[in-house]
């Protein structure tokens, strides 16, 4: 069973940037397909993004659309997050999830279609 541990989060002005990584242990995750949600306090778990085993295909909500780059380093079993242009409403716990296989592209922004989930790291965007 793979783990994920995710890092980078921190406090941050609007308009300034962060790299979220996750990195994952126990088992090669080069056939697994990942993704990041959020979630802020009284709000449901949301898509961030998602991106496919061998990192040839990425998904973003539209919400973080031309701001965050999701990206994989399977030799280092590390997924990233780089969020440009940070605004107040991107305040969240950001989680990384994963799951052994692929996931079709119209379930990759549905938590449910994960099974392994890091603790999460906090994300905070105020002046």
């Known amino acids: 069973q793979v783990q994920l541990v995710e890092s980078g989060g921190g406090l941050v002005q609007p308009g300034a940037s962060l790299r979220l990584s996750c990195t994952a242990s126990?088992?090669?995750?080069?056939?697994?397909?990942m993704a990041w949600f959020r979630q802020a306090p009284g709000n449901e778990r949301e898509s961030v993004a998602a991106?496919?085993?061998?990192?040839?295909?990425?998904h973003y909500a539209d919400s973080v659309k031309g701001r965050f780059t999701i990206s994989r380093d399977n030799a280092k079993s590390t997924l990233y997050l780089q969020m440009n242009s940070l605004t107040p409403d991107d305040t969240a716990v950001y989680f990384c999830?994963?799951?052994?296989?692929?996931?079709?592209?119209?379930?990759?922004?549905?938590?449910?279609?994960?099974?392994?989930w890091g603790q999460g790291t906090q994300v905070t965007v105020s002046s």
């Open positions: 991106i496919r085993s061998n990192g040839g295909s990425t």
């Open positions: 126990g088992r090669a995750v080069n056939r697994y397909s």
């Open positions: 999830a994963a799951r052994a296989g692929h996931v079709i592209v119209s379930a990759v922004h549905y938590p449910s279609s994960y099974d392994i």
